[in-house]
């Protein structure tokens, strides 16, 4: 006898738990299915995210910011301390401890939303009148509705299988149980930077590969400058345009053969290697071809601009479709997807969705970038503020980077505003906001921001926009 719901989520990440929290307060019958298992084989809802991503990494950069800053911000400020030392265990169960909150909040959500919880793998069965059969272990669940939020999986490189001892993935890497001496990271995209700076802070000898010839081409490239400075004064080794070759793993850790920039070939030889390449959409458990539905050369779902797949009543969002791989923006897709199916107007603006890298110092984006402005031959003005001039940023003791706005050349309406600096992730909020309510940069300009703060930094990129900071 199977259950019946009005919806079944297939995946409890950002997309899948939020969507099923937001379609119940809209009143629908939900089952949302996870198979994510905690170290005990018990359930840890919040997917990719919660359990490997987001939560995990940034509970260790801030472990390791706070060891960086320990033995050599504190000095500066008449702070002593002798026999500065790392329990990376500690620090290890810490992070664990943060990430099972996290999953035992979501259990709880889900209690109080009334959306019933299942653990296990969720497959297609087949379509019926009534819908979609779904299984779960040997339950069998029917619903009119089924949203798809099965996330993603890293991705190895070819022949190189990740064994999360030496060849790491993002699991791998968030479990490393000492400081590696010499640690080696394939890609300098989000998980390279911010990985790459975690075991560094903690002592690591850190080379990064990357193979395209620039440094986060998707940044703005006078942040990405900035950056790429900052990153190689603490330490960072980061090789661009490299082909990498084979790569061996042993007792004795991993060898690495590449190609640099010059053609050059060459031997990288690390304690562990961390691959990260990107991401590859989960949709082999699904049993997709027993309903027909369509996935593209990538394996992602295939979805319109609403989210909506090739079959009726069946929705994807997050990872497994196309678009950003950001938590945010699977929730957001998520909520819209709830909303669209209670006939309201569920809507997603990529354009506003902003990005943000936890480095030291955070890179946080929103909009489009000087390049690609030009690129698309669309006037513009330029503004920008440095936090050196900032007395928040000099009190703070942290004076890298900047904020810099982008607005069209006539109409002054914001395109874009990139930040490098301290507390880029939550500056950028407010340049998201003005952004929605389409604002000019000379509205920023005119708004009372607290001082001292680094927000002032936002305010003054603003005015130089019109060519009239009062601080620099
Ligand atoms: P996921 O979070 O991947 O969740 C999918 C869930 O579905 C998983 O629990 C999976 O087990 C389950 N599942 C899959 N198939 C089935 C099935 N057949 N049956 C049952 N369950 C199934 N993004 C940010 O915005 N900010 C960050 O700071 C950030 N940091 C990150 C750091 C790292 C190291 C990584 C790897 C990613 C990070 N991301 C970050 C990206 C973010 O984690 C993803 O964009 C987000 O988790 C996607 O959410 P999702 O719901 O689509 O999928
Ligand atoms: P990524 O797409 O950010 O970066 C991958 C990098 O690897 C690219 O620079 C690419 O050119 C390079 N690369 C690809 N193949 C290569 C090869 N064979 N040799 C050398 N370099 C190669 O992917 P990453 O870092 O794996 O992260 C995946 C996604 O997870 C991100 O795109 C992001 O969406 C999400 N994420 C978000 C975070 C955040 O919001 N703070 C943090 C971490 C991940």
């Known amino acids: 006898?199977?259950?019946?719901?009005?919806?079944?989520?297939?995946?409890?990440?950002?997309?899948g738990y939020i969507g099923a929290i937001r379609a119940a307060q809209l009143g629908f019958n939900v089952a949302c299915i996870d198979e994510w298992k905690n170290g005990k084989g018990g359930p840890a809802p919040g997917g990719t995210c919660t359990n490997v991503g987001c939560i995990p990494s940034k509970a260790l950069l801030q472990s390791s910011e706070h060891f960086e800053h320990a033995g050599h911000a504190f000095a500066d400020h008449g702070?002593?301390?002798?026999?500065?030392?790392?329990?990376?265990?500690?620090?290890?169960?810490?992070?664990?401890?943060?990430?099972?909150?996290n999953n035992d909040g979501i259990l709880y959500l889900f209690k109080k939303n009334k959306v019933t919880f299942f653990h296990g793998r969720g497959a297609f069965v087949k379509a019926v009148d009534a819908g979609y059969e779904v299984a779960v272990g040997e339950e069998a669940l029917t619903a009119k509705q089924v949203l798809?939020?099965?996330?993603?999986?890293?991705?190895?490189?070819?022949?190189?299988?990740?064994?999360?001892?030496?060849?790491?993935?993002?699991?791998?890497a968030l479990r490393i149980g000492e400081v590696p001496k010499r640690l080696g990271l394939i890609g300098s995209g989000v998980i390279g930077l911010e990985m790459g700076s975690v075991w560094r802070r903690l002592g690591s000898e850190v080379t990064v590969l990357e193979a395209l010839p620039t440094f986060l081409g998707a940044v703005d490239e006078q942040i990405a400058k900035e950056a790429h400075k900052a990153f190689v004064k603490q330490g960072l080794k980061i090789e661009l345009g490299v082909k990498v070759g084979e790569i061996k793993s042993g007792k004795k850790g991993v060898a690495v053969e590449y190609t640099?920039?010059?053609?050059?070939?060459?031997?990288?030889?690390?304690?562990?290697?961390?691959?990260?390449?990107?991401?590859?959409?989960?949709?082999?458990?699904?049993?997709a071809e027993a309903v027909g539905l369509k996935l593209d050369e990538r394996g992602a779902i295939v979805v319109d601009?609403?989210?909506?797949?090739?079959?009726?009543?069946?929705?994807?969002v997050g990872d497994v479709v196309r678009g950003p791989m950001l938590a945010h923006k699977a929730e957001e897709e998520g909520v819209a997807v709830a909303e669209r199916m209670a006939g309201q107007h569920g809507h997603v603006n990529f354009n506003t969705t902003p990005w943000v890298i936890y480095t030291s110092p955070e890179i946080a984006w929103v909009g489009q970038t000087e390049q690609q402005l030009k690129?698309?031959?669309?006037?513009?003005?330029?503004?920008?503020?440095?936090?050196?001039?900032?007395?928040?940023?000099?009190?703070?003791?942290?004076?890298?980077?900047?904020?810099?706005f982008l607005a069209d050349a006539v109409s002054d309406e914001?395109?874009?505003?990139?930040?490098?600096?301290?507390?880029?992730?939550?500056?950028?909020?407010?340049?998201?906001?003005?952004?929605e309510f389409k604002?000019?940069?000379?509205?920023?300009?005119r708004i009372c921001h607290a001082h001292p703060s680094l927000s002032e930094a936002t305010k003054e990129a603003a005015l130089a926009v019109d060519k009239r900071t009062l601080n620099f």
């Open 414 to 435: 914001i395109l874009g505003v990139h930040i490098v600096g301290p507390m880029a992730s939550e500056l950028i909020a407010e340049a998201v906001v003005a952004m």
């Open 375 to 404: 690129a698309a031959g669309r006037a513009y003005k330029a503004g920008t503020f440095p936090f050196l001039a900032n007395g928040r940023a000099r009190a703070l003791g942290d004076t890298t980077g900047m904020v810099k």
């Open 260 to 287: 640099n920039a010059k053609g050059e070939a060459q031997k990288l030889e690390v304690d562990k290697l961390i691959v990260s390449i990107g991401r590859v959409p989960n949709t082999t458990g699904l049993n």
């Open 305 to 316: 601009d609403d989210c909506r797949t090739n079959l009726p009543g069946v929705w994807a």
């Open 79 to 101: 702070i002593g301390l002798k026999d500065l030392s790392i329990d990376v265990k500690k620090m290890l169960a810490r992070k664990d401890k943060v990430v099972a909150q």
């Open 439 to 445: 604002a000019s940069a000379e509205d920023i300009a």
């Open 1 to 15: 006898m199977s259950k019946n719901f009005d919806l079944i989520v297939i995946g409890a990440g950002p997309g």
């Open 148 to 172: 798809l939020a099965t996330g993603s999986s890293a991705r190895a490189l070819p022949g190189t299988p990740f064994d999360e001892v030496n060849v790491l993935s993002n699991d791998g």
